[in-house]
């Protein structure tokens, strides 16, 4: 299953860029670990620790087929994640952005499909009122 589409990663795209604005280069590697926190907030409120816990775990192993980069992400007990090894950041920057927006848009992709499409939009409105919603559903957009 790899529900994610283009328009889905470049959301994903988005979404890492803004938790990145103006960080280090090694906070801009922690921009997926800060966009899967403020989603993982949101979520356990309706799905419990352990039903994000489920959908971020799916998300991973469906991002880890395309972006190897990932291979070092581990999903903790509470939802959270973790890199259990080093980042080469001269080379890894670019692989880890790209990773992130992989997991970001296998995590959104699974949104639709368990919440739909609108309650997705929504909970990523809330989170990040400017967001672009180009090309992902324009039935769920004029709902917002």
Known sequence: M???TPATRNLGLWLL???AIGGTP???TDATFRVCGKLRESLSILAGAAGYRSLISRALTLAKKEAPSLEKIQVKADGSL???GTVDLQ???DEAAMGG???VAQLLALLFVFIGRALTLRLVRDLWPDAPFE???SKAEKQL
Request: charged share 20%; proline share 0%; net charge negative.
């Open 2 to 4: 790899n529900a994610a």
């Open 17 to 19: 860029a803004q938790e």
């Open 26 to 28: 090694s906070e801009k």
């Open 82 to 84: 973790e890199c259990t």
């Open 91 to 93: 080379q890894g920057m």
């Open 101 to 103: 927006a992989v997991l």
């Open 135 to 137: 090309g992902i559903n």
